[in-house]
């Protein structure tokens, strides 16, 4: 990273400087050299795209924009994922300190995984492009919502800011500066969150105490030391001053040192020369936050966690924001002060910051030096992940090489392949399946949009929040003796699901079916730590447990008076050790440990994540306790397998389904948690007799009886490649 950060010293960014609002600068550049914009040197992408690493295809669609270096294109994978293809012509690659800068920004947004950051998902090259596959960011920019709205509202602003700030503790804490942090690199998904993308100027810190010297950023969001203090350097402070440039345009209409010419904006800079503008009507705490952020000695800047203790996050804070806010002002009903709260402190958690975050619940408190100690040499190995690396940005490849790629243009390619029209709807049965080929199918075509993030359950763990692209889900960590206790629920399903199709097609009565009584007990909430410690969970009847990473649970009881440690046994017959004990009884070290994180992830959980329907189940305490013994996560769903023989899919989009009785009965959850328990049979015809009725056909998501068939198709698909790769480990052990 040394040598790339040396090397964007000069020919970086190869296009004059554009109007300052947007355009990122490179100090050498400013000789006024005149150059074409790299990008346009980017021709529209063949329709079929064919990555030359590994055979893949992708559907080209729109222009969804163009930045100096790059244009992007939407794009859709053979399973009907789209994503956001960052386009760089190979022709713009000539010179040795452009493939570096490439390399560069490849490397550090790869290594970034994070909610509010966009999510890196690949990367290749074919002869024309090298491809840069991000998670697809539908409601562009706040750049592009700042042109049409000219001023945010405050509750808006702090809506942003918190995700904002989460997102750039988690650069900070991994030693990586963005350094180009403005409202054009701040996108927003289709559920209005935010994700910080554009990696192209970020640079890695390899020790607490180096210094960069770039002059690098965009004009108008630039640190003071960045310009003048090329003696000392600069460090992550710079990314707090442009927090705050981004805080003041959001709530001003445009940048404090805004003006026409960029030497006047550095004129400005330096006499640190800003006002509060006439007429606009601004919180005293927003403007002293924003004088904080702007402070022009670095050291003077609050950290990331003191930023959102300030009052200014004591005002009005919405939950999620609706996206006709692109167009006009939000009106908010109730937004008390309690409800205020409980906003932040989700978003807060969420973004992994403040005082709910996890970092600081379990384990006591983080400091950044920690962080820094344990997470900078992860950067470092994944940096080294050499193999999916476009094979054009290798050293070995010479400026000539590229010079003489032949840009093809669309009109020729669409001649050799047509686009999508030959896709058509495929059966469940033929689903792709994912790339570490486990029998689970990577697509789910009747899940609706994702509800927004803040209610349910939300994964906190920054390491987990998104399984990371190249694995296909993640196993339950480190089980010694991995079993599927009974095929049961799967053949029921299947059995069922044949026996419904049957009914269906023959128009029978489906009225023979029998109401259950919803009991079983389930996941009401859960936070996955397994990046440290393991699965917490809380469940409906109160109970609360850890699934430690080591294969051992503790779960106590809601009146937190007993709990009990189960451990794995390599006994097949009794695979499981379970020990009961009061909280007052005399324990290993090792065990009072577990139990002060086991009561730390509860008391995390009570705070921080949704609480409903406690106490729906009541916990009876003659009765045994139910615990987590498995679970799986994967890209639509995370499941959960409990003692008592409960199957539990959380999908994405919020709605829950948990199997029970051996897969013959169903509880069906939407994302407000109301809920139905049938037998699976009757779920599906209920579903679909209530096609008309839109409160009911809510209830039942997104509507129609083959939806659900097709959810229930889905859990009987995961279950057998759960069940397989489960068998295959036990064998393999
Ligand atoms: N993940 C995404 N989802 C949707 N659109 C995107 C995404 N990433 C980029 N874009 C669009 O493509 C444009 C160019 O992308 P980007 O800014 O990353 O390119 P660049 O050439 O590196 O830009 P810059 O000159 O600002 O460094 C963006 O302004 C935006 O309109």
């Not at 709530?251 to 020369?273: R, T, W």
């Not at 002293?288 to 009005?316: C, N």
């Not at 999620?320 to 309690?338: A, F, M, R």
């Not at 384990?363 to 920690?370: A, I, R, S």
């Amino acid at each position: 990273m040394e040598d790339l950060e040396n090397h964007r010293m000069q020919d970086v960014r190869p296009h004059p400087p554009p109007p300052p609002e947007t355009a990122p600068v490179e100090k050498d550049n400013q000789a006024g050299k005149q150059k074409e914009r790299a990008s346009s040197l980017c021709k529209t992408p063949p329709s079929l795209i064919r990555s030359k690493n590994n055979g893949a295809e992708f559907h080209r669609g729109m222009l969804l924009g163009e930045g100096g270096f790059a244009r992007c294109f939407e794009v859709e994978d053979e399973n009907g994922d789209v994503y956001a293809a960052k386009t760089v012509a190979k022709a713009s690659l000539t010179s040795t300190k452009t493939r570096n800068k490439l390399l560069g920004e490849i490397k550090v947004h790869q290594s970034m995984d994070h909610p509010n950051i966009v999510k890196f998902i690949e990367c290749f090259e074919d002869n024309q492009n090298v491809y840069i596959l991000l998670e697809m960011c539908s409601n562009k920019t706040l750049m592009d919502m700042h042109r049409r709205r000219k001023r945010f509202t405050e509750p808006e602003a702090r809506y942003f800011m918190i995700q904002i700030l989460g997102a750039v503790k988690y650069m900070h804490s991994r030693r990586v500066i963005h350094r180009d942090l403005k409202l054009g690199n701040i996108f927003l998904d289709e559920n209005m969150h935010v994700k910080i993308g554009d990696f192209g100027l970020a640079a890695l810190l390899l020790s607490d105490s180096e210094r960069k010297k770039t002059i690098c950023g965009t004009p108008n969001y630039i640190a003071p030391e960045v310009l003048f203090g090329k003696q000392d350097g600069h460090s992550l402070e710079v990314d707090i001053w442009s927090v705050g440039i981004i805080l003041y345009a959001m709530l001003c209409g445009k940048p404090p040192f805004q003006s026409k010419e960029v030497n006047m904006i550095y004129k400005k800079i330096k006499a640190h020369d800003y006002h509060f503008p006439e007429g606009v009507v601004l919180s005293a705490e927003a403007i002293d936050l924003i004088q904080a952020l702007l402070s022009k000695d670095p050291a003077d800047r609050p950290s990331l966690d003191m930023i959102v203790e300030h009052p200014f996050f004591h005002g009005e804070t919405p939950s999620h924001l609706p996206v006709t806010c692109l167009e006009g002002i939000p009106h908010w009903k109730n937004l008390t002060p309690s409800i205020s709260r409980r906003n932040f402190r989700r978003l807060a958690v969420a973004a992994g910051i403040g005082p709910g975050s996890i970092d600081r619940d379990v384990g006591g408190p983080v400091t950044v030096k920690d962080v820094i100690q344990t997470t900078a040499p992860a950067i470092v190995e994944k940096n080294n992940l050499g193999q999916i690396l476009p094979e054009c940005l290798s050293p070995k490849v010479s400026a000539t090489n590229l010079r003489g790629v032949v840009v093809s243009t669309a009109q020729e390619q669409l001649s050799k392949t047509s686009m999508r029209s030959t896709r058509s709807a495929k059966p469940l049965s033929d689903l792709p399946i994912n790339k570490a080929n486990t029998g689970l199918p990577t697509q789910f075509p009747v899940l609706g949009r994702a509800r927004r993030m803040g209610e349910g359950e939300v994964p906190v763990s920054k390491k987990v929040a998104v399984a990371p692209p190249t694995s296909a889900y993640v196993i339950s960590p480190q089980r010694k003796n991995p079993t599927f206790e009974t095929t049961e629920p799967i053949n029921q399903l299947r059995e069922t699901l044949e026996n419904v199709k049957r009914t269906l097609a023959s128009k029978q009565s489906h009225d023979m079916y029998m109401e259950t009584s919803g009991n079983q007990v389930y996941i009401s909430q859960w936070v996955d730590y397994s990046n440290k410690y393991g699965m917490g969970y809380q469940l409906s009847d109160g109970c609360s447990g850890v699934y430690f990473n080591d294969g051992t649970t503790i779960v106590l009881t809601p009146d937190v008076t007993y709990f009990e440690y189960i451990v794995e046994s390599h006994n097949p017959k009794a695979p499981r050790e379970r020990h009961q004990y009061t909280i007052s009884d005399g324990i290993s070290s090792t065990l009072k440990k577990k139990l002060y994180l086991m009561k730390h992830f509860r008391e995390y959980m009570l705070t921080n994540l949704y609480v409903a329907e406690q106490g729906v189940q009541k916990f009876s305490p003659d009765g045994q306790v139910s615990f987590l013994t498995d679970y799986l996560r994967t890209k639509h769903a995370t499941m959960f397998r409990l003692s008592s023989g409960e199957i539990q899919f959380n999908f994405t989009d919020h709605y829950k389904m948990v199997l029970t009785d051996g897969g013959r009965t169903v509880r069906f959850m939407d994302p407000s948690r109301n809920a139905v328990a049938m037998s699976v049979a009757q779920l599906i015809h209920r579903a679909r007799r209530t096609k008309g009725h839109q409160e009911q056909k809510a209830q039942l998501g997104a509507g129609s009886g083959e939806q659900i068939l097709e959810r229930m198709e889905f859990i009987a698909a995961t279950l057998q490649g759960w069940h397989d790769r489960t068998t295959k480990a036990t064998r393999a052990a």
